[in-house]
């Protein structure tokens, strides 16, 4: 695969993730953009790496659908900082999303696990 091709994908795959992500953290505390893309890239171990631009999108989608709400914060004299926060209704969609995630995640590995042991098989390797 051509690597422009590979980092679309990869891109596209990441975009998916993005509401799960938000969600996830949101889960234990309110946080403002820059601090969504800090934690994103923090307790992945550097795996999900994302811009406060591709952010933005996903977090205007959660909000429109109920799921987070924000509220804007006076951060010293002029600067005002808007926090997200978790909404019963996205609770409720992040154990959904959860779940979704884990089912797919879990029938991945066992479609590779099954590549592996076959491709051991024709090599007579373990």
């Known amino acids: 695969m051509k690597q422009e091709k590979q980092e679309n994908f990869q891109g596209s795959f990441r975009r998916g993730l993005m509401p799960l992500v938000i969600l996830s953290l949101l ?4 946080m403002y953009g820059y601090q969504l893309v800090q934690e994103t890239e923090r307790r992945s171990g550097g795996a999900i790496v994302t811009q406060e631009g591709s ?15 924000d509220r804007r ?28 995630y ?6 991945m590995f066992l479609l590779m696990e099954d590549g592996a042991r076959r491709k051991q098989a024709k090599t007579g390797t373990n």
Do not use: C, Q, W
Request: glycine share 10%.
């Open 27 to 30: 889960k234990n505390e309110d």
């Open 73 to 100: 914060v006076l951060v010293g004299k002029r600067m005002t900082r808007v926090y997200y926060h978790l909404e019963a209704t996205g609770k409720a969609y992040l154990e959904e999303l959860t779940r979704s």
């Open 102 to 107: 884990h089912a797919i995640t879990d029938g």
């Open 55 to 69: 952010l933005y999108p996903v977090l205007y989608k959660l909000l429109d659908g109920g799921f987070i709400s």
